[in-house]
């Protein structure tokens, strides 16, 4: 009898252990590998392989997981395809990560296999391209699209004395920021101090460094009184800015758009890009690393008005836009011959 009440008694205290470790768990807001908030496994998608801008994007971002003590996992595709980026999300699925960052290929195409991440609790956030409300849970943007927009149309008026065509060099004609931007551009064209002003074509260079020069090699024969290539793409504006050099056009056709300063330092001291804009992408991977944790961590849900602490960049606030649910990075930079040299060996 005495050993049947021994029995019993270890065998309640071990209910009673499990029950105080489930208890434990879910108040301490565990992640999908078992480890309390502030660790996790957090993955980031960007757009293709080889890209300066993605490289950046992506250290930023694992600066950030690292800093919060979780794992982080950089992943892209050979090529900026959407086949290329739902493999991967699969695989992550698999995997059972906590998080997912994305640049999308495309702004829909996404969403059955994003959908299948959030329904396993998976945080979905997405940054620089935008996948729709419905396949994440924040998008993490660069600036406000509009003065995106406008503010290249501004530069290139300046530049081209307010008369004459001009073209556009985007990316992919699905990546959701260039069209947006493109939108807000010729927006900002319909104002009468544009009427002089001929926006002639918007080209694609898929962000290939190969298919944008042949697409600003065409543009050129195309349009033989070209006076600027508008490329709000750092694959396509160092690609347009790079065949103007070469085919020593230098005062004839200007380049401006948004450009990595260690890749447009060059054009912009030899007059080809007498300024042009972006923001610090390492910031920008690094403000949605953390936003990724701070949802992850329960920290924020997502919702506008949520605030949280971004590392080194400070607070930030979870606002509602005409885009959906976002956090806003800062406004674009303006990089010219008085600046260039400071960047160039930043980023």
């Known amino acids: ?8 008694f270890m065998l309640l205290m071990g209910v009673l252990v499990l029950a105080a470790c489930g208890d434990a768990e879910s108040d301490g807001e565990a992640t999908s590998d078992g480890e309390e908030s502030g660790t996790g496994k957090h993955a980031i998608i960007f757009k293709s392989t080889g890209n300066p801008f993605g490289e950046k994007l992506m250290e930023g971002f694992e600066n950030a997981i ?23 999300i699969e695989e992550l699925i698999t995997q059972q990560v906590d998080s997912i960052v994305i640049s999308g290929n495309d702004e829909d195409a996404l969403e059955p296999v994003l959908t299948k991440a959030l329904e396993q609790g998976i945080k979905v956030v997405s940054t620089d391209s935008a996948v729709n409300e419905n396949s994440r849970m924040v998008h993490v943007n660069q600036a406000d699209p509009e003065g995106v927009g406008r503010v290249q149309i501004e530069a290139v008026a300046e530049m ?24 807000w551009m010729q927006k900002e064209l319909e104002d009468s101090e544009y009427s002089d002003m001929e926006l002639v074509e918007i080209a694609y260079g898929d962000d290939l460094r190969d298919k944008s020069v042949a697409e600003t090699e065409a543009l050129l024969k195309s349009y033989p009184d070209l006076k600027a290539i508008i490329a709000p793409t750092t694959v396509g504006i160092a690609a347009a800015s790079k065949v103007i050099t070469d085919n020593d056009l230098q005062g004839e056709v200007v380049v401006t758009g948004l450009g990595l300063p260690s890749e447009m330092a060059e054009y912009i001291h030899n007059g080809v890009s007498p300024w042009m804009y972006l923001w610090n992408p390492i910031d920008l991977g690094y403000l949605a690393g953390h936003t990724a944790h701070a949802l992850v961590s329960g920290e924020i849900d997502g919702e506008p008005g949520d605030a949280f602490d971004a590392g080194e960049l400070g607070s930030f606030e979870v606002v509602k836009t005409d885009d959906g649910i976002e ?8 990089f010219d011959q008085d600046n260039i040299d400071e960047w160039k060996d930043v980023y």
């Open 1 to 8: 009898m005495r050993k049947f009440l021994v029995l019993c």
């Open 66 to 88: 690292e800093e919060a003590g979780g794992e982080a996992i950089l992943r892209a595709p050979d090529s900026p395809t959407v086949e290329g980026q739902v493999q991967i």
């Open 160 to 183: 081209i004395d307010y008369e004459g065509q001009f073209a556009i060099l985007s990316a992919t004609s699905q990546a959701t920021n260039q069209n947006l931007w493109i939108e």
């Open 327 to 334: 956090v806003l990075l800062g406004e674009p930079f303006k």
